[in-house]
Structure formats: C-alpha cells, structure tokens
C-alpha cells in the first residue's frame, strides 16, 4: 500500500471508482455504427463519428443540399470537409490495445447494483457506503473495511441512487423522517432549520407511510375492481348491441327480400297482363287482316269481270251477265272494320310511374322513421366521469364573445364574468344579441369531452350550449337559450332547477341547497350532455340530456345579475 493511499483512504476508493470512467468506451463509440471510432472525425457541432459513417449519411443527403448531426440535429447548408480527429485516432488506438472494447454487455454483471470499483467484468455488490457514496463487492469490501477500520462509515445492504440517500446540505446519511416537512433529514438537520419538527425515525417513519399507503392500495384496489366491472359492462353491452345489430340487419335483409319479390312478382303480373292483352289483340287483328285480304282478292277479282264485260259488242250477252254481277262493292261483304288512332299502353304507364312515386314517399317517411330509433333509442352506455378530479381531466378554460354581449350585460375579468346592468355603447354586430335577451356566448366551440364550471348570483341564471346558428336578432322566443332545437340549458334559481331544449322544460327535483356553483360535462361524440351540481360534499347530477350533435357547440349564458367562470385546477 503506497503512502498516497494511507492518507488519504477515501481518495482511494474514489480512485478505484473513476477507473471504469477513464476507460469507458462508449465515450468513443460511433453514435451511427455503435462501435469503437474508426478513422474518426469530428464535425463543426463538436460531435465525432466513423469517417464512413458520416460520409454515408450525408450521401444521402446530397440531393437535399442540407446536411445535420444524426445526434444533435444541427444543420449545415454547406457540406463540411472531413479530417481525421488525430487526437481522438490515438486514444481508440490505445483503447483497442487495453482490450477494453472487447468487454460487452453480456460480459458485465447484470444484476440490480454493480461494485463501483471492480474494472472490466463487474461483480455483484454486497454493500453500499453512505460515506463514500460507493457500492462494493466482497472482495472490494474487504479493502473497503481495513482503509476505515478506524471511522464510522455507514454500510447498507447495496443499493442504487446512493445521492439520493445522503443530505445535499450535511453529507449525512438521511436516517430521520420529518412530520412536519414531509422528508427525510439527517440529525444535523433535525438540530438545525427542522428544531421543534415532528420527527421520527426513518423506520418509525416507513411503517406509518406504509399503513397509508396500505389504504391507497385498498382505494386502487377498489377503483380496479370498478373500473374492471364497469368494463365488463361495457364489453357485455357491446356485444349486446352487436348481436342486435346483426339480428336486425338480417330481419331488415329478410323484409326487404320480401318486399323486392313482391314488386317482382307484381311486375310479372303487370308484365303478362300486357303480354296477354297484346296477344289477344295482335291474333284479332291478324283474322281480320285475313278477311280484309280475300276480300280485296275477291274484289279484284269482280273488278277485273266487270271491265273485261265493258268491252264485249254483243249486247244481248252484256245485260244477261249484268243481271247475275253486283252492281256495289259492299254485296256479299262483312263490316267495315275501325282502327283506333292510338292503340298503345300510355295510360298504362303513366299508372305505373304514380306507383313508383307513391312508394318512393313512402320509403322516404319509413326512412326517417328507421333512422330514430337507429340513431337515438340504441346507444351503446357510454362510461361518465363520476368523482369530480376524473372530470377535471377535461376540464377546458373558456373566455366570453364581446361580440356576441348584449347591451345591457358588461364582460368582466378578462372576459370570464358577466354582469347585467345599465346599456352600454356596443358596436353593431351581426352575433350580438339584442332585445331582452340578455345573454351572451363563449368565444370557444366545443366537441369531444369537455368540462367547465360556473358560478351565478342573484335571482338565477340560464346556463347552456348552443349552435352558432342561434337567432340573435329580435324579440322572438327562437333567440333564447333553450326555447329553439338549437340550444340546450339548464335554469337556476335559489328555489328550483329547470332544464330546457326545444321550448320545452323538465322540472329537476333536486332543491339548489345553497350551492350556486354549476358543472357541464360535455361528450359530443357521445351525444350526451350533463348538468350537475357542484358543493362541497362533490357533484351531484341534475340532468342529461342526449341527442346527435351536428355541429360544435357553444357555451352561453343567460344573465340576471352575473355568472362567472370557475378557474378549474
């Protein structure tokens, strides 16, 4: 043992622990290739690579024009020119020659905590010295001992984060818990700015923490098993709305198969009357054609007697044949036959084009009336935030429209208090409200999850979400919150609740108790909309109304006297 490591021990040790830093030969890997440098180069950055590794990756980068460090991202416009870092060249070199690159993770230990001073393969650490910060093998522990036979250094059982374990103000171990503070001190500490604390031991500490966080368990514990049952639930009722869904498709498929071979077989019918029709009248027409030709035949044939009589000179044999010809075409004929103008199915068609319309209207009614209950009565249970720290996590911070205010409200507070009052001079705008609506909108529009609080005074308020469409003009009911299908909301008074949509209201048996504060929980996905009641004992829910949102909604308020917007954590 040298005289250098009698005086000083602790140097020692700290000696044999910076021996695996001087060697470490990550600090000269190639952050491309991962390997030892190889004919290194550093770039303007400051970082080094393989001379190829660089050169590959900006190769490709040449079409670009723009060439940056893989490591730090730093660009370069102009492509630098690469040298050999010598420097860097000889310390690898004598790496290589160490045989340290040759040491992998495989051939280091690879337990929790490594001895801090065994070089190349590392062994498992036994213990851990609060005094020197260092963590130490058996055999490393050995001369660990006989250097501080004399001093107390304080060993542990080996464990990591040993800076975590000592007092940054006293370098003493941290062997006492505080009350008061919440955190581990050392005796120094508790003699100094922890005097008259409520301290205990470490362990005394530990067992009192445990107890409590025994209870967090029991609450995570309890959450899990809620959440886990709420999940079933919802996988049952997925599955529920599956096979219902897949139950009604296939008797929607069944009815309209019937419904398509019911017009087919009306087809056919109307097809084959036609046909039928068409045959009866084309072999009439084909008899009478027949006659119509004989009788042409046979009137030629008189025709042809008649002239050939003409010219005889005997006139005795003239008027002996006259008597036996008929003198008129129409003897020995039938009737003449009537052809009608237009013998065609016009009316026909014009009969069955009203019946394509008539069941065109009525497909389109019994589409409006299938798509209600599709889209309003078979809605998957959606999963609500119940405590009020869940909702919080959707809590968004809003801002009042000045554009929107009317003119006998005043926007306070960086526009999150309104008040109602005397008229003020606001400019014209096509989104204020105006006669006695006083009521004024956020600036923000609202989809996905969403939740806000607001407080009110006075005589009530009306708080709500609408449409931007919302009338804002005149004195007609469609301006108000909750009197049109474009706006929902919730009335409060000191006395009642009342929810509102479409003009007409609910009545919410549940009294104000005092609390003047409101909570809305928005899931516009969902198409769900609530209203709760905010106290010091949490929310309590008040309304919810359901419905599929078409368009972003808007808060807005309806003002007696004022309403704020709650600050949420």
């Known amino acids: 043992m040298t005289e250098k490591t009698k005086l000083n021990p602790i140097s020692a040790c700290g000696k044999m622990a910076e021996v695996r830093v001087a060697v470490d030969s990550d600090e000269f890997s190639c952050a491309v290739c991962l390997d030892l440098?190889?004919?290194?180069?550093?770039?303007?950055?400051?970082?080094?690579?393989?001379?190829?590794?660089?050169?590959s990756c900006w190769d490709q980068k040449d079409h670009l024009g723009v060439y940056s460090c893989p490591q730090c991202r730093q660009t370069f416009t102009h492509r630098p020119v690469l040298s050999r870092n010598t420097i860097l060249a000889e310390v690898v070199e004598k790496l290589k020659k160490t045989g340290i690159q040759a040491t992998t993770p495989a051939d280091q230990y690879s337990g929790d905590v490594e001895c801090d001073v065994c070089t190349g393969t590392k062994h498992k650490a036994v213990k851990s010295c609060l005094v020197c910060l260092a963590s130490y093998c058996e055999t490393d522990l050995q001369l660990h001992n006989k250097l501080h036979h004399a001093k107390q250094h304080k060993l542990i059982d080996a464990?990591?984060?040993?800076?975590?374990?000592?007092?940054?103000h006293h370098d003493k171990p941290l062997e006492i818990y505080c009350r008061t503070d919440q955190k581990c001190i050392c005796y120094l500490c508790m003699m100094d700015e922890h005097r008259g604390h409520d301290?205990?031991?470490?362990?005394?500490?530990?067992?009192?923490k445990q107890k409590q966080m025994g209870e967090s368990q029991r609450d995570f514990q309890q959450r899990i098993q809620m959440r886990e049952k709420e999940l079933q639930e919802l996988r049952e009722a997925v599955g529920s709305f599956t096979s219902s869904a897949q139950s009604t498709v296939e008797d929607s498929e069944r009815i309209f198969t019937e419904m398509i071979r019911s017009i087919?077989?009306?087809?056919?019918?109307?097809?084959?009357l036609i046909r039928d029709q068409e045959k009866a009248a084309v072999s009439q027409a084909e008899g009478d054609m027949e006659r119509l030709k004989q009788e042409i035949d046979e009137l030629k044939r008189r025709h042809s007697e008649l002239v050939q009589l003409s010219h005889t000179k005997d006139h005795i044999h003239y008027l002996q044949r006259c008597q036996t010809l008929p003198v008129t075409p129409e003897a020995g004929f039938g009737p003449r036959i009537s052809v009608s103008p237009r013998s065609d199915f016009g009316n026909l068609s014009k009969v069955v084009s009203e019946l394509k319309d008539q069941l065109e209207n009525v497909c389109r009614m019994k589409m409006a009336e299938i798509h209600h209950p599709v889209t309003k009565d078979t809605v998957v249970p959606v999963l609500v935030p119940r405590p009020r720290a869940e909702f919080?996590?959707?809590s968004c911070q809003l801002t009042l429209d000045p554009n929107t205010a009317n003119r006998y409200l005043?926007?306070?507070?960086?526009?999150?208090?309104?008040?109602?009052?005397?008229?003020h001079p606001y400019s014209d705008h096509p989104e204020r409200f105006d006669g006695w609506w006083f009521q004024v909108l956020c600036r923000e529009s609202l989809t996905g999850r969403c939740y806000w609080e607001a407080e009110w005074t006075g005589a009530g308020a009306r708080i709500g979400v609408t449409y931007k469409g919302i009338r804002r003009k005149g004195w007609s009911d469609d301006c108000g919150l909750g009197y049109n299908d474009k706006s929902w909301c919730l009335s409060c008074s000191s006395v009642s609740y009342f929810v509102w949509h479409n003009n007409k209201h609910t009545v919410i048996p549940i009294k104000p108790s005092g609390s003047r504060r409101v909570g809305v929980y928005l899931d516009w996905a969902a198409g769900t909309l609530s209203f709760y009641r905010v106290s010091s004992d949490g929310l309590t829910l008040l309304y919810s109304f359901t419905s599929s949102f078409t368009e972003p909604l808007y808060p807005g308020f309806f003002v007696h006297s004022s309403v704020s917007l709650c600050m949420l954590g």
């Open 264 to 272: 087919e077989r009306r087809r056919s019918e109307v097809t084959k």
């Open 199 to 208: 301290t205990v031991s470490a362990a005394a500490g530990r067992v009192e």
């Open 159 to 168: 464990t990591s984060h040993l800076k975590d374990k000592v007092c940054s």
């Open 392 to 394: 919080l996590h959707y």
């Open 37 to 55: 440098l190889k004919d290194p180069v550093t770039i303007p950055c400051g970082h080094s690579y393989c001379m190829s590794c660089i050169k």
């Open 410 to 423: 005043s926007l306070l507070g960086g526009y999150r208090k309104v008040t109602g009052g005397a008229k």
